[in-house]
């Protein structure tokens, strides 16, 4: 086990038997490197308190949990107009701009409405204003977001993953 950011990390125990399944248990409150998990195992099994909270894929249970799409953005431009210019896009749902730096800078979240891809509406309006735009991205939960999304009472723990 390493101690990393506070947390106990345990390598997942798997058993392969001769069919393509592969077993893996985490057999205390803990959580797996997500590369680890990915590459040894084609679904995930999250149990809370006894019961089954989750099965599926790890991409599938990224996106069934994350809703809609999730975007990181980084531009040159006044916070309080961002944020107003991106609340104003159709379909964003939820916005959170930060100051990055005394440079004019700055950072936002976006999240979308489910099935709905806002990044080209965002970067034609970060443009459209003359900001320079220098990051758009999408940002995804990690399993361990998940974990916690699942197995806390308070959910406000899990923060996406970059």
């Not at 999250?46 to 599938?60: F, H, L, R, W």
């Not at 809703?67 to 006044?78: D, Y």
Request: hydrophobic share 40%; with cysteine.
């Amino acid at each position: 086990c390493d101690r990393r950011r506070g947390r106990v990390w345990h390598r997942p125990i798997c058993i392969a038997p001769r069919s393509a399944s592969v077993f893996a248990a985490v057999v205390s409150v803990c959580v797996c490197r997500d590369a680890e998990v990915s590459m040894t195992c084609d679904r995930v099994v999250i149990i809370n308190k006894g019961k089954i909270a989750a099965v599926d894929t790890p991409e599938n249970l990224t996106s069934q949990l994350h809703g809609g799409q999730r975007i990181h953005v980084e531009a040159q431009a006044p916070g309080k107009p961002l944020q107003e210019m991106l609340e104003k896009i159709p379909g964003a749902t939820r916005v959170e701009v930060n100051p990055l730096g005394a440079a004019g800078r700055a950072v936002a979240a976006v999240e979308a409405a489910p099935g709905q891809d806002i990044r080209s509406l965002v970067a034609a309006k970060i443009i459209e204003k003359g900001w320079a735009l220098y990051e758009l991205r999408s940002v995804s939960l990690s399993l361990e977001d998940i974990f916690l999304q699942l197995t806390t009472d308070d959910s406000s723990h899990a923060q996406p993953s970059n």
